[in-house]
Every structure is written in structure tokens, then in C-alpha cells.
């Protein structure tokens, strides 16, 4: 066995791709890269019902984020199902660091983009940047995450990440032309701005307004607006403002056609923007797109719920004292410096945030700077929110409980009338 070094691997990887760009620019190429594309579009779909291919191609630079999207989200794998993905490959290197911008699905209301860092050796701040989106000269500002899909704490030369947005306000789908501005926060902490032009058209939204709505104990939901992209569905729900009870989480949405087709919650990314404490929530499921159908179906599993008035719970940093809380709470909550530590049931676990927002004496925000919680079976679940350093009283309102007014919501909209 001859034994190559990484660091000429990695190498060879980039001049190879560099030399394809340089290929693709030649008309006789078109062929085979079309047939390349028909085995690439086959090998993701395969994926989708084989784990050892799966855990085979996650190893390839480039796919393995596409790869891990595709087990996870069926929208995403209708997307390229129907050749909605766009292909990048745009190889870009400055100083120590080459990125490669490998591929995008960009809808009226939201950006999905993958790309890979490459460094000449091993790191562990490969996380370390931060990322905006153009279109044009128009920065896109809305619901925003991106990251690495490898560990934080893991050294790598080599490390897939993704960025995903949604948007309030739709993009202009006659607008191809697109850039991505990475700013490197570790050693010259440069700035690498890369063009980009869509080749595909960007697909514009099907958009519903029922005005439908939901009663449970009295307590009336709206939704207001039901938005499919090939990225996501978008389920716009605002609580009635008389409601006497405060609408803390809708638990097991799903959306279904006509034909049975059902899409939930998606899984390890956005979920939701907005609030229902603020008066509208979006959730964000699944896309199913690529379907039509002349009847919607919602499905909610439980809507959470708890009295107004007593949906909070106040502490003093100072004294580090719990001073109040709702007495159908049976949470164990502690003050520790800044943070609040709380001890509940297994069925209050929800994978978020359980005390936020939060509110100081003068009515000011107390800033989170994150949270953190495990399960088990033998100690319930355990909460941990990280504030800012603060003295004083502060309210930290409940955001998610086991409370359930209503079970097994569904809820028809017919879209022939």
C-alpha cells in the first residue's frame, strides 16, 4: 500500500477541480457532465433507503452535507428529485483558507447554501467566521443560521458546512445574481466575498390564506397564512389577543395533501421564527412542493398552553432566590450566579428553550447567551439558560411546558373555493 500525505490529497482534490471549471467551459464537456449528473442525482436519492451507501458518500468531500439533508428531510429530497438543486462548485483560495462554495437551493423565501473550508493543516476554529448573504448589492437580513456539520472541538482540514435562511418578505425571483461574504475571525481576519449566478429560475411560492381557525378551551388560534417553497412550508399562526391563556407551543404539526402525503417539523435546522407572546409564530415544516392537491390538512398533536398571568417565573440574582412560581409547576429551580438551573418531568423535554425571553425589574431585556439540557430516565430532565451577569429581579417567562388544552387537532382547508 503506498501511503499519500493528507496535505497532497487535499491538494490534488483542488487543482483536480480546478482543472473540471476549466473543462466545463468547453462545449463537448456538456455531455458527460449531464451524464455525471444523472449518476449524481441517482447516488443522492439511493442514499435516502441505503445506509451503507449513505455512511459511504458521507465521506466524500462535498456530498456528505447533502447526504446528511436528504436521510432527514424529504422536502429537500423532492428538491433534488426534481433537479431544483443548483451545482456550484466555486473554488475560491485566500491566504491560508480555500473555500468552495459547492451548491445552493434558493426559493422566493429562503436560501440554503453548502459549502466546505479547506486548510493547509489541521484546526479546531474551523466554526470561527461569520457569513451574509446579497442578492445584488441587497444584503438579506431575516431568520439566519449557519455552521459547520463536523464537531466544534474536532480538528479538521477539512470541514462541510451550511447556511440557511428564511424570509419575511419574498426575494426578487428575476434576480439570478447572488454573493456570499465570509469573514474570517481567526488570524488576518479577512473578508472573502465570492459572486455567484443562479442558472435555474427561483421558484415562487404557493401561497394560501384560509383565514381558518382553531378553538380549544376557549382559546381561539388563526392561521393566517400557509406558504410552500421547495425549501420549506411556511404555517403562519397569530393567538387571538382575548385569549386568557398564553399559547406556548403547538406540539406534532404536521401538513398532509389530499393523497395522504404528510410533512412535519423540520429536523436539525429552522423550525419556527417569531413568537406567540409577540402575536405570531411561523412554523416551518417539511416542503412539499413538488405535490398538488385541492385539500390541505393540519394536524396538530397538542397545542401547549398555560394562564396568563401566571406564565412566568421570578427570581432574584442578587439573593439568588426563587420568588415566585405558578403552582402547576413542578419544576426544581435554582439560581446559581447568572444562570437558572431547573429539574422537571421527562415529558417537559422539548429540545428549547423553556425560560426565555426574560425581563429585568426596569423592564428591559436580560439577554440569554445560550442554553443547555440532557434527559434521562433516572434524573428527568435537566435546564440550563446562561444570562447575562446581572443583579437585581428579573422575569423569566415560560416557553415551553406539558400543558395540553387540546389533542389531536385537524383542521381541513379546502383550496377549490
Known sequence: MIDIPKDKLRQGRIDAFTKVKKQRRRKKQWQAITAVAIIFLSFLLTVRVSPTIANYAAKIPGLSVIVELVQENEGIKDAIANEYYEELGILVQDKDVTITVQGAIIDEYGVMLMYDFDYPKEKKDHHNYSVNIYQGDQL???????????GLNEPVAHSNHILEMTLDQPLDTTNPNFRVEFEMRDGDKQTISIPFTLEKPIAKAKIVEPNASITAQGQRLSINKIIRTPLRIHIEVKPDPSNTMQIVALDDISLELKNGSKR??????????????????????????????????????????????????????????????PDFIDWDIKVVGSDVYLNAPVKDDHGRQHLFPAEKEDGTSLESEGSSFSTSAY???????????????AKLWINYIDNPIATDVELKINLTE
Open 264 to 325: 412535519e417539523l423540520i429536523r436539525n435546522g429552522l423550525v419556527g421564527s417569531g413568537s406567540f407572546r409577540e402575536g405570531r409564530y411561523t412554523l416551518y415544516l417539511q416542503s412539499n412542493y413538488f405535490y398538488d392537491s385541492d385539500e390541505l390538512i393540519v394536524r396538530i398533536g397538542e397545542i401547549q398552553a398555560v394562564p396568563k398571568g401566571e406564565d412566568y417565573i421570578e427570581v432574584d440574582f442578587t439573593t439568588k432566590e426563587v420568588l415566585y412560581k
Open 379 to 393: 434524573e428527568g430532565f435537566n435546564y440550563r439558560e446562561y444570562y447575562e451577569p446581572y443583579n437585581g429581579r
Open 140 to 150: 438579506l437580513e431575516n431568520s439566519l443560521s449557519y455552521g459547520t456539520m463536523d
